[in-house]
């Protein structure tokens, strides 16, 4: 592995492209990528561990350590089109045009399936008027067809410790925010499974890239999507899906407002963090129970956000319905103490605050 890896070092400068500039990386430099070779080698074990430290590189700036990362990840699993996505801007990014557009095709070989990302992607300009584009931006829609059934639906669930109560526990759905996944509220679900919760996060429903997901402006069509995903605890006894919880941050914290003011009769109460986005979320309806909302946001979030804390709160209240704003002193994030601050909107939800 080391030897093949050394082998690959003259790539991992930008090539001249002038005859006047020496094409050989200098003797510093090879001994620099020598080193973070071994050490790329020595602390990561699987293609993930070497992708995301590809991820961690490119996103420093490292540009010589992401492209060896991203290099051994697509050697040592031919499958990591992602991997190879990555090595293509890399070299688009170097104006080596023809070897960023042999590695897109690689990516596209190995199933690259977003096509809103290469359309969308600024460091791709120079490739979509070559020839051959259109018909390799065909293959991607082609891989994304294949590849939806598996995208859709991907969840991460934690389960309280200790046997369910008669009843079984209470379900908390969680939604991420644009551009993530059901992976990065795991912290959440941490929070909410202590708190006896059997507690869910749910991929968008809507793939934008290889873990990157996003909730369409579709309320109905969210709705029907979470219900499907709902369906297989219905027959765990260790579930209750009589008392469904949602929660979500950002997109995700519009969506779970959506669910309890469109349908009371099936989701109990909400935890919206910082609520933005595209989906147009109603007054709870004439004559429906109005569930309870714990919002959370920060007072340096831009007016659409405190718009519509203002107006959930105020829906929510009119109605003859609980609702509480939680204010810290930050941006579109996590407040410092959200550990603190989502297990008092888990208790508000389920009207255990006086206790």
């Not at 096509?115 to 979509?128: G, H, I, K, N």
Request: hydrophobic share 40%; with cysteine.
């Amino acid at each position: 592995m080391l030897l093949c890896l050394c082998g690959l070092l003259p790539l991992v400068t930008p090539l001249a492209s002038s005859p006047t500039q020496d094409p050989r990386p200098s003797t510093d430099v090879v001994r620099e990528t020598r080193v973070e070779v071994v050490n790329l080698l020595l602390t990561n074990e699987s293609a993930q561990d070497f992708f995301e430290r590809g991820c961690a590189a490119r996103d420093r700036e490292e540009i010589s350590t992401a492209l060896i990362a991203f290099l051994t990840a697509f050697r040592m699993d031919g499958s990591r089109n992602d991997a190879a996505f990555e090595i293509a801007r890399l070299f688009l990014a170097w104006d080596e045009i023809d070897i960023g557009w042999t590695w897109l095709g690689h990516a596209v070989d190995a199933g690259y399936w977003s096509e809103e990302r290469m359309r969308q992607d600024s460091l791709l300009a120079p490739l979509r008027q070559r020839e051959g584009y259109r018909q390799l931006a065909a293959r991607v829609r082609e891989n994304y067809a294949k590849a939806l059934p598996e995208l859709r639906g991907q969840t991460l669930v934690r389960r309280p410790q200790g046997e369910a109560p008669a009843g079984g526990w209470p379900v908390l759905l969680c939604m991420h925010g644009y551009g993530t996944d059901h992976n990065d509220l795991s912290g959440l679900l941490e929070v909410g499974s202590a708190q006896g919760f059997l507690a869910i996060s749910v991929a968008g429903y809507r793939p934008v890239s290889p873990g990157r997901h996003a909730w369409p402006n579709e309320g109905p069509a969210i709705h029907a999507y979470l219900q499907g995903v709902l369906k297989p605890y219905r027959q765990d006894p260790s579930a209750n899906t009589d008392l469904v919880y949602t929660a979500g941050f950002s997109q995700g914290g519009l969506v779970a407002t959506y669910l309890v003011s469109v349908h009371p009769e099936l989701y109990s109460g909400a935890v919206p963090i910082s609520p933005g986005g595209p989906l147009t979320v109603p007054r709870p309806a004439d004559g429906k129970l109005a569930r309870p909302l714990f919002l959370v946001y920060g007072s340096a979030e831009g007016p659409g956000v405190h718009g519509n804390v203002r107006r959930f709160r105020q829906g929510v209240e009119a109605a003859g319905g609980r609702a509480h704003v939680e204010v810290h002193g930050g941006g579109h994030v996590f407040p410092d103490n959200w550990r603190e601050v989502f297990a008092r909107g888990l208790n508000f939800v389920q009207g255990r605050d006086d206790e």
